[in-house]
């Protein structure tokens, strides 16, 4: 009997309908059977639930532990807080997984790009602790800095734990033995913010010598910066706190050829989220224009967890062809065909 599965799916808002639409076509075409739970979150769903992220969307990812996401806006400066950072805290979702792998016929000016950037995804200046300057808060840490904060400073918080650091780094290097990856590079500014990425550094230092099979070293997140413009093949996985790992990910998407086609995942002990690194990109919403493929490689990543690992392959090996043959590829590769268009060359190639 062929196995069904029950996964999550929030299509998210602004381009989230369409390549949602584009990624479960496809999926469903590789024969894997999936029942999908659809839930709506993000900005057009609080005035009909009161909240941007309804408990009936937290409650389905718990039982079926495994979803699939598109985009979902998050308003700059005023407004609610981030609906995706909010999902990956209440899940526990600690470790946020962002493979970097060059894509013959996606223009770039690199080749042979192959990086995993392991992003802590729970901790960090994403904490959402944070106070508006002038605020008693912000006030009371000013005064206990001793002239170290301009009064009237805005104020974030930047907590990093030693468990959060041991998970995230721990993750990492197990990850890179699954996969059968060589080095783990721990990324910091530990020579400026001693304490916090000190402690992410002492936590990758004392667990790297539980891996003497791997390869461990260490950067500075500037210097990583451009040894990633400049020599990006001397690297493999990246272990990195929140906010760095945020921005490398967007570098590691710009080295592979853009957003379009980065996939991504965040994964906790009891769940895992598939999704897409770029954001809702609201220009577009509705014009069957953007590119599906990072969203459909993120249902790659999701059948492989599913253990579906030749169904998973087949799927990116569909895209790969689909995007050499350039025959029918969105905008952003250089093509004039629309979400759904690419979505069927990609479900021939599958059927092939
Ligand atoms: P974005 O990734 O949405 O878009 C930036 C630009 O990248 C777009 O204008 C477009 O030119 C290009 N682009 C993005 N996705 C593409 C695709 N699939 N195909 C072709 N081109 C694509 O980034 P942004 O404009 O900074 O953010 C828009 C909103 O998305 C914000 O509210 C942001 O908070 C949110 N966001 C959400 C997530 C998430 O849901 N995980 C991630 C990042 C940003």
């Given at each position: ?38 839930q ?9 639930f009161?909240t ?16 699939l ?52 995804n ?9 106070y ?12 206990q ?15 990093i ?69 400049q ?122």
């Amino acid at each position: 009997m062929t196995k069904e599965y029950n996964v999550t799916l929030i299509p998210g808002d602004g381009i989230g309908q369409e390549i949602s639409a584009a990624t479960q076509r496809v999926i469903a075409a590789t024969g894997v059977k999936i029942n999908w739970e659809v839930q709506e979150a993000g900005a057009d769903v609080i005035e009909k639930f009161g909240t941007p992220l309804p408990e009936t969307v937290l409650k389905s990812i718990r039982k079926n532990k495994v979803a699939l996401k598109g985009p979902l806006t998050t308003p700059i400066g005023a407004g609610f807080r981030s609906v995706n950072v909010a999902l990956r805290k209440e899940l526990d979702l600690y470790a946020c997984v962002r493979p970097c792998k060059s894509i013959a016929g996606v223009k770039s000016h690199y080749r042979d790009i192959d990086l995993v950037v392991v992003r802590e995804n729970t901790e960090d200046l994403y904490a959402g602790v944070e106070y508006p300057g002038g605020s008693p808060e912000a006030d009371e840490i000013i005064k206990q800095a001793k002239g170290k904060i301009r009064p009237g400073a805005a104020i974030s918080i930047k907590p990093i734990s030693r468990e959060g650091s041991c998970q995230i780094v721990d993750f990492a290097f197990t990850y890179a033995l699954k996969h059968k990856r060589k080095k783990v590079t721990a990324v910091t500014k530990a020579n400026i913010m001693k304490y916090t990425d000190g402690l992410f550094l002492a936590v990758a230092r004392e667990i790297s010598r539980k891996y003497p099979q791997l390869e461990y070293e260490e950067r500075l997140v500037d210097n990583m910066c451009m040894q990633l413009v400049q020599k990006p093949e001397l690297y493999d996985v990246l272990v990195l706190p929140n906010l760095y790992g945020d921005i490398i990910s967007d570098l590691g998407a710009g080295l592979v050829g853009g957003l379009g086609v980065a996939p991504g995942a965040n994964f906790g002990q009891n769940s895992a989220v598939f999704e897409a690194v770029h954001g809702s990109a609201p220009k577009y919403k509705g014009q069957n224009k953007v590119n599906p493929v990072a969203l459909i490689l993120s249902g790659a990543l999701l059948l492989d967890y599913l253990g579906e690992k030749e169904k998973s392959e087949q799927l990116y090996n569909a895209v790969i062809k689909v995007i050499a043959e350039k025959k029918a590829v969105t905008y952003d590769l250089g093509g004039t065909a629309g979400t759904s268009q690419m979505a069927d060359e990609i479900i021939k190639k599958i059927k092939e």
